[in-house]
């Protein structure tokens, strides 16, 4: 049974994806949507802009009345009334008139171009137009940037502030969009302690869930604490129990096999469909995945590396489906690297080791940082990749390519 077998990391990713399916949909303010995915197309009920309008400071005027124009042969033309951005033009703009109009504002009738007010001069009895301009020029027409009915945003697009600005132009007040799941974090263990209770001698704190839930906010899922269950069996099926409300389940620690690592067995007891126990990797070889009355149940490793690198790897590519981003946005973007120093590697399974990514002529560098141990949570700080070492390989010299996974943005290096 796949359950029984070391799988590798591909095999497990595989199986977490396609257990899990797309979120509902909910209808969220418009100022809430950013990094969340439309869940229906949409169209505007009217022209944008919904008229003609200037695009600068200026006249409107006829643009055959400033043929020739310039600063040595000007045109002179009478103004009719000023026209500021949020008013209406009470007059047509005829032949040898013009009207001043500010930025935004609505194009007079009979205007059909804007002389901008630096290539004008004005006179007491009007305005001499020191330039020619041509018809059309600086004139933002009705409807040129979405028609009125026309679909330009997609279902399964991820809103970002251009998306947010058009749906505000579009006076969506709110979107429908995918639901963001609830993730559940428990942590299990007796040494475990939280942040504000005495650390006494044989304990550790409780810097998991704090990862963890750093973790899901980042991929734009919604995290739920529920604290410690500490390693009696009651005690954690009556925690895992207290779970199922979310939609998915995060749990640290009792998935060894160790004499106290009890999660696995309540697992089973609670009918947990579990998929597999072990992934041909390091850090985060004992890792847990099944379903859980449907709901998927991800038994993370205790190490806190171990546990951070376990769930970009797996929970969440399933967090961004369920949220229903595309697959290219799952998993983590993978880039070639030129390795900046020496490395060795145990061989048995594939590593991933945290380094600093930078950028230089258009390569990536990466350097890998001391203190690989799975329980090295200061390697986690200041990293921004993950450099990938295949199984069988024990050493790789500098100034190879390297395979590197981004947890983070890239700056160019120092020169």
Request: aromatic letters at 4%.
């Amino acid at each position: 049974m796949t359950a029984d077998r070391m799988l590798t990391v591909e095999e497990a990713q595989e199986i977490v994806l396609d257990s899990v399916s797309v979120s509902g949909i909910e209808r969220v303010p418009l100022a809430e949507s950013l990094g969340r995915v439309l869940a229906e197309d949409v169209a505007p009920r009217f022209d944008v802009p919904p008229h003609d309008n200037s695009s600068v400071d200026g006249y409107a005027v006829r643009a055959a009345d400033t043929a020739g124009a310039s600063g040595d042969a000007p045109c002179r033309l009478g103004v009719l009334e000023d026209i500021p951005a949020g008013t209406v033009p009470s007059r047509k703009v005829g032949t040898g008139n013009a009207s001043r109009i500010m930025t935004g504002a609505f194009l007079p009738e009979g205007a059909d171009a804007v002389v901008m007010v630096e290539n004008t001069k004005q006179r007491d009895d009007g305005v001499e137009i020191l330039k020619a301009v041509e018809q059309g020029q600086n004139v933002r027409y009705r409807g040129e940037d979405v028609k009125q009915g026309q679909r330009v945003l997609f279902g399964g697009a991820v809103i970002g502030p251009g998306e947010i600005g058009l749906l505000a132009a579009f006076q969506r007040s709110q979107v429908a969009v995918r639901r963001r799941p609830a993730v559940a974090i428990l942590s299990t263990g007796d040494e475990v302690v939280e942040l504000d209770e005495k650390l006494v001698p044989g304990k550790i704190v409780n810097s998991n869930s704090y990862s963890l839930a750093a973790l899901v906010r980042e991929c734009n899922g919604r995290p739920v604490n529920l604290g410690i269950a500490r390693d009696s069996e009651p005690e954690i099926a009556k925690a895992i129990r207290s779970t199922l409300s979310a939609d998915v389940v995060l749990s640290t620690g009792g998935v060894s096999v160790g004499d106290y690592d009890y999660v696995k067995k309540v697992l089973e007891d609670l009918g947990a469909d579990m998929r597999f126990w072990r992934v041909k990797m390091k850090p985060g070889k004992p890792l847990a995945y099944g379903l859980l009355q449907g709901k998927p149940f991800f038994g993370l490793p205790g190490n806190p590396v171990s546990c951070m690198v376990s769930f970009l790897l797996f929970a969440r590519p399933a967090v961004r489906k369920m949220m229903g981003y595309g697959p290219h946005d799952w998993h983590l973007p993978a880039v070639p690297a030129i390795l900046e120093n020496d490395l060795t590697a145990g061989g048995d399974r594939r590593h991933y080791l945290r380094a600093r990514v930078t950028r230089t002529g258009g390569r990536f560098h990466a350097s890998t940082v001391a203190g690989q141990g799975s329980g090295m949570l200061s390697s986690m700080t200041g990293t921004n990749g993950l450099v990938i070492v295949e199984t069988g390989i024990t050493s790789v010299s500098r100034g190879s390519e390297v395979k590197v996974l981004l947890m983070g943005a890239v700056g160019q290096a120092a020169p």
